[in-house]
């Protein structure tokens, strides 16, 4: 039987990451959440090709989902990251950075569950870029 392939959430709200983590597992994937995004760090930096994609939340105390990302990419170039984000227009998010951190995909709250499994497949099925 093949191995599932497993996705970390990182949100400071423990509902929406235990929500995430049960959707996840149901959807076929194995799943690490966590509420603090220096051990999900912590954790990324022990097993940094575990993960088949990381789901981060942008708003977090301490380090941001934008900061996460451009940390985790020094353990692991080619992860796919899915930014969550209740501020989109608010946040005024730079493109350029958005980019160079390397996020695959940005989910605008509030969005239905079921919107994530497309992105997930379509996020998985591309090429990892040789431009890093």
Not at 82 to 91: A, C, K, R, S, Y
């Amino acid at each position: 039987m093949p191995t599932r392939p497993s996705v970390m959430v990182v949100d400071d709200e423990t509902e929406i990451a235990e929500l995430f983590g049960r959707f996840l597992e149901s959807s076929g994937f194995n799943c690490n959440y966590f509420t603090d995004p220096q051990l999900a760090l912590d954790n990324f930096s022990k097993h940094p090709n575990s993960y088949c994609l990381v789901i981060l939340d942008l708003r977090m105390p301490g380090l941001d989902g934008l900061g996460l990302a451009r940390r985790l990419r020094k353990y692991n170039k080619t992860i796919k990251v899915i930014l969550v984000t209740g501020f989109l227009m608010e946040e005024n998010i730079d493109n350029e950075m958005v980019k160079d951190v390397g996020i695959s995909a940005i989910l605008e709250k509030p969005f239905h569950l079921k919107e994530i499994n497309p992105l997930i497949k379509e996020i998985l099925a591309e090429q990892p870029s040789n431009s890093r």
